[in-house]
């Protein structure tokens, strides 16, 4: 299952599809909405993917009936839920938590989590969290993995941990962070166009809704020739689409022509949601 849309995201169906050709039997991937009543359609499903805490590309929150029903799926039907971190907590003011890994829930859930951006993307190691019955068996498959980080590195990390070091760079890349969306969003309100949009912190994004007046591949394709940070996306079932506007990666001043070159884009092409 997919926070993102529908047809699910084509980098975990490109994965699981190298991976089946080595698995005997085959796996299949079924993408499904994270929203109440999805769960109905898939009783045979072991596994279910998601992000729960992301919902950059859906424009809103998970539910807490949504969210209860995967609980209640997961353990009727013998599931695991595996919850991927994203390493979201960079991009909060207040503590980050797990929203499946925790209390009840816990038992089903399997929490995955990277330093590739809270320490550098070269670092080559994530860690996972998982339930009591399973530590064993990730124990041993570990031990037959093909490629692994080098152990200096792992060492290294290591002492980067327990020493204390982590927190602080993470508290650093937190503020840096916070004061890049501060600047992104004030830069968003000055505009002609995105001055009038409703937008939301999502992770790495800046998010709102609009609507689209033109072909909607079109605002896409311009955003892409120009080299703007932002996506758009289909709603589904809606008529407005969604803006992506993504503020981490790019030195402030770069940010801020690109927003210029996004705001003159959208005013040609769109109206906001009324």
């Given amino acids: 299952m997919l926070p993102h849309d529908r047809a699910g995201h084509p980098r975990l169906r490109e994965a699981v599809a190298n991976r089946v050709r080595l698995v005997r039997g085959g796996v299949q991937v079924v993408p499904f909405p994270c929203m109440a009543g999805s769960t109905a359609a898939l009783p045979s499903a072991k596994l279910a993917i998601c992000c729960p805490a992301d919902f950059a590309f859906t424009g809103e929150p998970w539910s807490a009936d949504a969210l209860a029903e995967l609980v209640g799926w997961s353990r009727k039907h013998a599931g695991w839920l595996v919850e991927d971190d994203r390493d979201l907590d960079l991009y909060e003011t207040g503590p980050h938590e797990a929203v499946l890994a925790r209390g009840a829930s816990a038992e089903r859930t399997i929490y995955l989590g990277s330093f590739e951006r809270s320490v550098f993307p070269e670092v080559g190691c994530g860690f996972i969290v998982a339930p009591h019955e399973l530590v064993q068996s990730f124990s041993a498959a570990a031990q037959q993995q093909a490629y692994n980080s080098p152990l200096q590195m792992q060492r290294t990390l290591f002492d980067f941990i327990t020493q204390g070091y982590i927190g602080r760079h993470a508290n650093r890349l937190r503020k840096a962070h916070g004061e890049r969306r501060k600047a992104a969003l004030a830069a968003l309100r000055r505009g002609a166009f995105t001055g009038d949009l409703s937008f ?13 007046v033109s072909e909607p591949g079109l605002l896409e394709r311009a955003l892409e020739e120009n080299r703007v940070g932002a996506r758009v996306l289909a709603r589904p079932g809606r008529r407005e689409q969604l803006l992506l506007v993504g503020y981490a990666g790019a030195p402030r001043e770069e940010l801020f ?18």
């Fill in 200 to 212: 939301q912190a999502a992770g790495s994004y800046l998010v709102a809704s609009f609507r689209n």
């Fill in 257 to 274: 022509a690109a927003i210029g070159v996004l705001d003159a884009l959208l005013t040609r092409s769109c109206r906001r949601v009324t």
